[in-house]
C-alpha cells in the first residue's frame, strides 16, 4: 500500500459534519423496514444504490427524508448510531460530532426522547468499549418555519446535557441564515454553542449570514466563500472552520469532478479547513474514503493530509488540553 494511505489509514481523526440519519446504509435500511413494517420504495438494495444519483441538494435531500421513514423504535436509532461507531473505529476516527434532526423525526410522530436517547446510549457505548469521544448537535430543518424551530428548541432543553450546540441544515436556497437569527439567539442564551450549514449551494452571503447574525462558531461546508475576497479574508483572519465533504459535494453537483474541488485552493489560503463525510451512506464514503479520493484526485501531499486532520481536531469542540494530547500523537 502507498505510503500515503497508510498514514491516512493510521492517524488518528476527528470528523465534524456527519448526519446521523445519512448514516443509514441500504442493508440496515431493509432490516428496519422490515422489522417496523414500513414500505419503502425499493425492491432490493441494488435499487436503492442506483436511485442515488443526484443532480443537487435538493433531489439528495427527497430521498434522504424518505430513507429516514423506517426509524421509530429508540433501538431503530441506537442501531444506527451504533453503525456508524463502527465505522469510526474502522477508519481510525477517535472523536465524532454528529448532527440529527429531529423535526424529520417528530413531524412523522416519533418523541424527541426516542431519537436522541437511542443515539446518546449508542454513543456511551462506543465510549466503554473503545474510546470513541463525541458530541451531539441538534441542526434546525431550514426548509420549516421559525415557529418550529422554536418548538423542538424547547424540546432540546430538557435533554440540554446531552446536546451541545444548535446547528442549521436541509434546503439551503431561499432560505436563508436570517430566518433564524431569532432561535440562535435564543439557544446562545440558553448556553448551546452554534453551526450552521452555509455556501454549500448558496451564495457568500448565506456565509456572512451565518456569521454576523447567527453567530456561529464553524460553518458548515462554505465552499462558495472564495467567490468574495472580503469574505475570504475574514474567514482566515478569525480562522473560521470550514467543515468540507468533499464526496459529498461531487455527489450532488457542486462541482464536477474531485479534480475541480477546491480543497486544496481553501488549504493553500490558510483557511481553517478539514475533510469530513457529511451523509456517508449516500454519498459512497466515509472519511478515510474522502481523504484517500482527495489525495490522489488534488495531488495532496502528506504535509497537506496532516494539516487536515490537525485542523479536524483543532476545530473540535474538545477541550483544550484534549485537543493537544490528539494533535502531539499525529
Ligand atoms: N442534510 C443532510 N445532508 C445535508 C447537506 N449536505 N446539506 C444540507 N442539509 C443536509
Ligand atoms: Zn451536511
Known sequence: MNEIIKFIKKTPKAELHVHIEGTLEPELMFRLAKRNNIKIPFENINDVKSAYNFSNLESFLNIFYQGSNVLIKEQDFFDLTWAYTLKCKEDNVVHTEI????????????????????????????????????????????HLDEKSAFEILDQALVHKTKIVAVGLDSSEAGHPPRKFERVFKKAME??????A?????????????ALNLLKVKRIDHGVQCLQNKKL????????????????????????????????????????????????????GGYINKNLIECQAALNLSKEDIKKLIINSFK??????????EWIEKI
Open 99 to 142: 448532527f440529527f434532526d429531529p423535526q424529520t423525526h417528530i413531524n412523522r410522530g416519533i418523541h424527541f426522547e426516542v431519537v436522541i436517547n437511542g443515539i446518546y446510549k449508542a454513543l456511551v457505548k462506543a465510549n466503554k468499549e473503545f474510546g470513541l469521544t463525541s458530541k451531539i448537535i441538534m441542526c434546525f430543518l431550514r
Open 232 to 283: 475570504v479574508q475574514k474567514l482566515l483572519d478569525d480562522q473560521i472552520p470550514l467543515t468540507i465533504c468533499p464526496l459529498s459535494n461531487i455527489k450532488l453537483c457542486v462541482f464536477k469532478k474531485l479534480k475541480d474541488h477546491n480543497l486544496k485552493k481553501l488549504l493553500n489560503n490558510g483557511l481553517m479547513v478539514m475533510v469530513n463525510s457529511d451523509d456517508p451512506a449516500y454519498f
Open 197 to 209: 450549514h452555509a455556501g454549500e449551494e448558496g451564495p457568500p452571503e448565506y456565509i456572512w449570514e
Open 190 to 195: 440558553k448556553g448551546f454553542l452554534t453551526v
Open 315 to 324: 476545530s473540535s469542540f474538545l477541550k483544550e488540553d484534549k485537543k493537544k
